[in-house]
């Protein structure tokens, strides 16, 4: 059975950093798209960044580049999201998720079969 497994969610202040966890089990994921995903109250859930995990292609919503970093340590099955200089706007609750074996990283919330539980980031001061 499949388990995708957040943590490193919190409060912080703005300009603060985070670094989020999601430990997988039940599947290797040599050759997926492992993605972050977040969903702030009473909006949709959106992507945020997205890893292949076979060429480590990545990908990341115009919002966060520069500031968030994706990767992947194959050893641990443990992909991971640095958050930097994070905002109010990066309240939510993030998410990671996995494909099915797949040739290329995809953003798109219907690509993805599993699914975490999510850890919760909240930015004010």
């Known amino acids: 059975q499949v388990q995708l497994v957040e943590s490193g969610g919190g409060s912080v202040e703005p300009g603060g950093s985070l670094t989020l966890s999601c430990t997988a089990s039940?599947?290797?994921?040599?050759?997926?798209?492992m993605g972050w995903f977040r969903q702030a109250p009473g909006m949709e859930r959106e992507a945020v960044a997205a890893l292949h995990t076979g060429s480590g292609t990545t990908i990341y919503t115009t919002s966060v580049k520069g500031r968030f970093t994706i990767s992947q340590d194959k050893a641990k099955n443990t992909l991971y999201l640095k958050m930097n200089r994070l905002n109010p706007d990066d309240t939510g609750m993030y998410y990671c998720a996995a494909t099915e074996t797949r040739w290329g990283t995809t953003m798109r919330p219907y690509d993805y079969t599993y699914w975490g539980q999510g850890t919760q980031v909240t930015v004010s001061s």
């Open positions: 039940g599947n290797s994921f040599t050759r997926n798209s």
